[in-house]
Nanobody, 123 residues
Framework: QGQLVESGGGSVQAGGSLRLSCAASGYTFSVSCMAWFRQTPGKEREGVAVITAHGIATSSNSVQGRFTISRDNTKNMVYLQMNSLKPEDTAVYYC?????????????????WGQGTQVTVSS
């Protein structure tokens, strides 16, 4: 297991943009799948976007075309660029990793999690 630290959350009006960052340490980042999940009170944590160790990125249907996940293996960083934000995007966003080349949308397949960063989108 490694350590993940998110940053970049905050408050923004609908239609605005935010960029989340996640700094990874303590494991071999370049061979790990990285992902962003989000959670609102009373709901299960849901996958937002994943990116394989090879850089193949996939976003969930709810954010496709608006959110983009990327990674920089030279800096052990993963990012989530969020554009055209909507009030329903309000949530705590978590960075996660799993020690495999390929990704999963199931939270049980990830063994490292960040502490989360709050994103609030007002209408």
């Amino acid at each position: 297991q490694g350590q993940l630290v998110e940053s970049g959350g905050g408050s923004v009006q609908a239609g605005g943009s935010l960029r989340l960052s996640c700094a990874a340490s303590g494991y071999t980042f370049s061979v790990s799948c990285m992902a962003w999940f989000r959670q609102t009170p009373g709901k299960e944590r849901e996958g937002v976007a994943v990116i394989t160790a090879h850089g193949i990125a996939t976003s969930s249907n709810s954010v496709q075309g608006r959110f983009t996940i990327s990674r920089d293996n030279t800096k052990n960083m993963v990012y989530l660029q969020m554009n055209s934000l909507k009030p329903e995007d309000t949530a705590v966003y978590y960075c996660a990793s799993r020690p495999f080349w390929t990704c999963s949308w199931s939270i049980k397949d990830y063994n490292s999690w960040g502490q989360g960063t709050q994103v609030t989108v007002s209408s």
